[in-house]
Nanobody, 115 residues
């Protein structure tokens, strides 16, 4: 059974940083496009960043330059480094793994940006 397990969420002050991790199991990790989405209270889930199997990255416009997605195929793990966080970063962050018609989601990790 495919599992994506996120970690690293928590409470951070505005301007602070967090690093999210997502460990995958039961997939050939290296061939999947991995991504991070988020869902803020009362809003739709939205793309944050993705990284392809060839390490091509795509970012949402409002996180570009502040967030960095990366992957370690040896550890079956994808990361999201989030810097200069603002209140708008408060959301549940979800890890995804996608390939062709297959799409898997993690359970999410809460990030709260508050002073």
């Amino acid at each position: 059974q495919v599992q994506l397990v996120e970690s690293g969420g928590g409470l951070v002050q505005p301007g602070g940083s967090l690093r999210l991790s997502c460990a995958a199991s039961e997939i050939i990790f290296s061939i999947y496009t991995m991504g991070w989405y988020r869902q803020a209270p009362g809003k739709q889930r939205e793309l944050v960043a993705i990284i392809t199997s060839r390490d091509k990255t795509v970012y949402a416009g409002d996180v570009k330059g502040r967030f960095t997605i990366s992957r370690d195929n040896a550890k079956n793990t994808v990361y999201l480094q989030m810097n200069s966080l603002t209140h708008e970063g408060t959301a549940v962050y979800y890890c995804t793994a996608a390939r062709a018609t297959l799409n898997y989601w993690g359970q999410g990790t809460q990030v709260t940006v508050s002073s």
